[in-house]
């Protein structure tokens, strides 16, 4: 069974940084993709961020681009996403997310494993 468990979220004012963690399992991290989700109150769950531990892949949502950055470190079994310039829109839960096929990681569906969640709270 697939463990992932998120770190780092809190409360920042609007134009500053949050770096989020999530720690894998060694067999996650050498095999899946992994990626971010958020969802906002009374919204639906939408796709963040997402790469491959290996390397050559990092996807991010158009709302994200220049702003966020994932990555990740394979000592550590760590996958990050660093948060700058943040926005009130940014705020939401945050998830982390895992699946061996990108295009199901993306979409966000049945296959995937989730980590708790994370809230981010970004103050005007």
């Known amino acids: 069974q697939v463990q992932l468990v998120e770190s780092g979220g809190g409360l920042v004012q609007a134009g500053g940084s949050l770096r989020l963690s999530c720690v894998a399992s060694?067999?996650?991290?050498?095999?899946?993709?992994m990626g971010w989700f958020r969802q906002a109150p009374e919204k639906e769950r939408e796709f963040v961020a997402a790469?491959?531990?290996?390397?050559?892949?990092?996807n991010y949502a158009d709302s994200v681009k220049g702003r966020f950055t994932i990555s990740g470190d394979n000592a550590k079994n760590t996958m990050y996403l660093q948060m700058d310039s943040l926005k009130p829109e940014d705020t939401a839960v945050y998830y982390c997310?895992?699946?061996?096929?990108?295009?199901?990681?993306?979409?966000?569906?049945?296959?995937?494993?989730w980590g708790q969640g994370t809230q981010v709270t970004v103050s005007s």
């Open positions: 997310a895992a699946d061996r096929v990108l295009a199901r990681l993306r979409l966000g569906g049945t296959s995937v494993a």
């Open positions: 790469f491959s531990p290996g390397g050559g892949v990092r």
């Open positions: 060694r067999q996650t991290f050498r095999t899946d993709y």
